[in-house]
């Protein structure tokens, strides 16, 4: 059983910077594909940054393009989302999330179909 923990989060002022982590732990092969969502109140969620663990490309929703990267240590088992130039649009819970159907991320198909997720860690930006 895939389980992933998010840390990080927090309260900056806009223009500061933030970086999540998510701890994943359980079969590789179910989390070839992982992703960071966010969840603003009264606003559906939304992805914001997808890659395939396997492979080099990362995929961005345009409104972080530029300011957020997410990247990932295999050696610990941990994605990353670097958040520079924060606005209080980001304020939101981020999720991590997982699945396993390699060939979606692979082919840049990242952002829905997720079957596991962390419990979020809130980031609030201010003004």
């Known amino acids: 059983q895939v389980q992933l923990v998010e840390s990080g989060g927090g309260s900056v002022q806009a223009g500061g910077s933030l970086r999540l982590s998510c701890a994943a732990s359980?079969?590789?092969?179910?989390?070839?594909?992982m992703a960071w969502f966010r969840k603003a109140p009264g606003k559906e969620r939304e992805g914001v940054a997808g890659?395939?663990?396997?492979?080099?490309?990362?995929y961005y929703a345009d409104f972080v393009k530029g300011r957020f990267a997410i990247s990932q240590d295999n050696a610990k088992n941990t994605l990353y989302l670097q958040m520079n130039t924060l606005v209080p649009e980001d304020t939101a819970m981020y999720y991590c999330?997982?699945?396993?159907?390699?060939?979606?991320?692979?082919?840049?198909?990242?952002?829905?179909?997720?079957?596991?997720w962390g419990q979020g860690t809130q980031v609030t930006v201010s003004s």
């Open positions: 359980g079969p590789t092969r179910s989390r070839r594909c």
């Open positions: 890659l395939y663990i396997g492979g080099p490309d990362t």
């Open positions: 999330a997982a699945h396993g159907r390699s060939w979606e991320c692979a082919s840049g198909s990242w952002s829905a179909g997720y079957e596991y």
